[in-house]
């Protein structure tokens, strides 16, 4: 008896201290697009795979769709750092996504909108390696997914019944 007055002082000490505490996580997933399951996109340029799987997740999947969004990505590789037996110890990375947006029907342009991306990857010469790989896959995936943030914030700053190509 006298060993359980303390423990139960203990845990409801515990349960008063860390009523405050939020564990939600609120990070940049809960960006809401005003396009979500409105707009129908399609990719040209380089093929970059991660940003097939974020465009699904920031801008839905749209049965009857009012505007049309293409977004076209351009890499751009250069060597950084050549060694002497020519194999390459470093490469930057360009990055470049034009998002324009159309509604359906008119063709009027409402948005274009222009990001960039950067980072440097070092590859391992000697073989397949799967860290290295997959340290490139993440850059990509980092890469799209702040492309695709920056596009959804600059949504939120405009009128998407107003045109941008109106006389």
């Given amino acids: 008896m006298i060993l359980l007055k303390p423990i139960v002082l203990s845990i409801c000490l515990i349960a008063i201290s860390c009523g405050k505490i939020n564990f939600i996580y609120s990070g940049s997933e809960n960006i809401t697009s005003p396009l979500y399951n409105k707009a129908i996109y399609t990719f040209t340029g380089d093929k970059i795979p991660n940003i097939y799987r974020f465009a699904s997740r920031y801008l839905g999947v749209a049965k009857d769709p009012e505007y049309r969004l293409n977004i076209n990505v351009e890499e751009t590789k250069t060597k950084r750092a050549v060694g002497s037996n020519q194999a390459v110890s470093k490469l930057d990375y360009d990055l470049t996504y034009d998002y324009t947006l159309k509604r359906i029907g008119n063709d009027c342009v409402i948005l274009d909108k222009r990001t960039f991306s950067k980072f440097s990857y070092v590859p391992k010469s000697s073989g397949y390696n799967f860290g290295s790989d997959q340290s ?32």
């Fill in 136 to 167: 490139l896959e993440k850059m990509y995936e980092l890469a799209s997914k702040k492309s695709l943030e920056v596009f959804v914030n600059a949504l939120t700053d405009i009128n998407l019944s107003s045109c941008d190509n109106e006389e």
